[in-house]
């Protein structure tokens, strides 16, 4: 029996790393600019990030199709508003 992937698997096995990996660049990045530019608190900084890798944890869309009414309705749902009390 073969466990090698198949090269298309082994593809895309390979993009999903490769954005993993971008991504955490990218959460990196916002985590300095927040604490060096922004003068923001290590706490407050962790939380920030730790927001955003949530919702792209949750989010059905490639990130390349999220838009800013995506996010709004994620913030909103945070926030309850919207939903019945």
């Known amino acids: 029996m073969n466990r090698r992937p198949s090269a298309?698997?082994?593809?895309?096995?390979?993009s999903e790393k490769n954005l993993k990996q971008e991504i955490g660049a990218l959460m990196e990045?916002?985590?300095?600019?927040?604490?060096?530019?922004?003068?923001?608190?290590?706490?407050?900084?962790k939380e920030k990030v730790w927001y955003i890798q949530k919702f792209l944890g949750v989010v059905t869309k490639d990130t390349s199709e999220i838009?800013?009414?995506?996010?709004?309705?994620?913030?909103?749902?945070?926030?309850?508003?919207?939903?019945?009390?």
Not at 29 to 45: G, H, M, P, Q, W
Not at 67 to 85: C, F, H, M, P, Q
């Open 8 to 14: 298309r698997q082994a593809d895309v096995e390979l």
């Open 29 to 45: 990045n916002f985590f300095d600019f927040l604490i060096v530019d922004l003068k923001r608190s290590e706490r407050t900084a």
């Open 67 to 85: 838009s800013r009414e995506d996010i709004r309705s994620y913030l909103k749902g945070l926030n309850g508003v919207g939903t019945a009390t």
